[in-house]
T-cell receptor, first 117, second 113 residues
Framework: GAVVSQHPSRVICKSGTSVKIECRSLDFQATTMFWYRQFPKQSLMLMATSNEGSKATYEQGVEKDKFLINHASLTLSTLTVTSAHPEDSSFYIC?????????????FGAGSRLTVL | AQKVTQAQTEISVVEKEDVTLDCVYETRDTTYYLFWYKQPPSGELVFLIRRNSFDEQNEISGRYSWNFQKSTSSFNFTITASQVVDSAVYFCALRVNFNKFYFGSGTKLNVKP
């Protein structure tokens, strides 16, 4: 149980285009979802926290207009990288927090590798 | 402020050697959780262990063992009789309020045959 699906796992796009990454909780309701970014050979840095039905809370230094986060339902959050540039190339990982069978769960997705040409 | 320090950037060992990955954390919260994750080249995070701040019992799971010491704010991870499949980046993480994770910088473990 407590599976988080992230899609796509890999995406290559041209500079200037927008890319959407989906994060779905498959067997539980995710009241909170988190988006992390990982540069090559570096650690994971929290970008933003989103609660279902509310605006996302962004960490300092993260451009909210650049990285649009939508958490419209209890099972889906999306991260849209708008007008992507090569410096946005990175590994993006989501995690979802909720309850299932009365237990609290916090699970990570498998990540999405974005390459902007 | 919360912080996790993994001072070892990269470690190389020969198969069957024991290896310890160090983790030191900082937090003023009295309630917190500590984690270790394994990240293979494919990128996904593989959960290894979770410890809460009130449970200082050390744990052993097969070849893996963890030593949690609040007095030194450390949560070290030992792999006994390492195998090539253990090669990966290992992250120590701290979780406090609102499920936020604070990750260390990671330790890359290379196990050579």
């Amino acid at each position: 149980g407590a599976v988080v699906s992230q899609h796509p796992s890999r995406v290559i796009c041209k500079s200037g285009t927008s890319v959407k990454i989906e994060c779905r909780s498959l067997d539980f309701q995710a009241t909170t979802m988190f988006w992390y970014r990982q540069f090559p050979k570096q650690s994971l840095m929290l970008m933003a926290t989103s609660n279902e039905g509310s605006k996302a809370t962004y960490e300092q230094g993260v451009e909210k207009d650049k990285f649009l986060i939508n958490h419209a339902s209890l099972t889906l959050s999306t991260l849209t990288v708008t007008s992507a540039h090569p410096e946005d190339s990175s590994f993006y990982i989501c995690s979802a927090s909720g309850t299932t069978s009365g237990a609290n769960v916090l699970t990570f997705g498998a990540g999405s590798r974005l390459t902007v040409l | 402020a919360q912080k996790v320090t993994q001072a070892q950037t990269e470690i190389s060992v020969v198969e069957k050697e024991d290896v310890t990955l160090d983790c030191v954390y900082e937090t003023r919260d009295t309630t917190y959780y500590l984690f270790w994750y394994k990240q293979p080249p494919s990128g996904e995070l593989v959960f290894l262990i979770r410890r809460n701040s009130f449970d200082e019992q050390n744990e052993i799971s097969g070849r893996y063992s963890w030593n949690f010491q609040k007095s030194t704010s450390s949560f070290n991870f030992t792999i006994t009789a390492s195998q090539v499949v253990d090669s990966a980046v290992y992250f120590c993480a701290l979780r406090v309020n609102f499920n936020k994770f604070y990750f260390g910088s990671g330790t890359k473990l290379n196990v050579k045959p």
